[in-house]
């Protein structure tokens, strides 16, 4: 079985910056393989507005911080972390998903979502882990 280049990929992030590790190398390998890149946070559902205003904004300094060459598409949305990444995922047709595996998290409600990536994404997945992992 031969493995082809992704030619889009998916980073999801927490905002937390061990999760930031994850999006900056989901932009190294966007620029190695000239993929489409897009970054993904996901608020739980009910989540305020000046909440999704945060996230965004976060979103943009965590994306200026590793993508300084690197054209990214930036995505704030609500619901269930993995079902909305698998969403977005499918969505954009990504070969490639990417998370953050520290276990630390910006907001308390993310849970174990690389372990539940594993089982219901529809493509292959990366998972960035601490230096100390």
Known sequence: MSVESPQSMVVATDLS???????????????????????????????????????RSRLAAQVRQHATNTEVEQVVVTGEVAVEIVSQTRDRSAD?????????????????????????????GARRSSPSQ
């Open 17 to 55: 910056d061990q999760s930031g590790r994850a999006v900056q190398r989901a932009v190294r390998l966007a620029e190695q393989h000239h993929a489409g890149l897009t970054a993904l946070h996901v608020l739980p559902p009910r989540a305020a507005n000046d909440l999704a205003a945060f996230a």
């Open 96 to 124: 490639l998903v990417i998370v953050g595996a520290t276990g630390a998290h910006t907001f308390p409600f993310v849970g174990h979502t690389a372990e539940n990536l594993v089982r219901v994404s529809p493509c292959p």
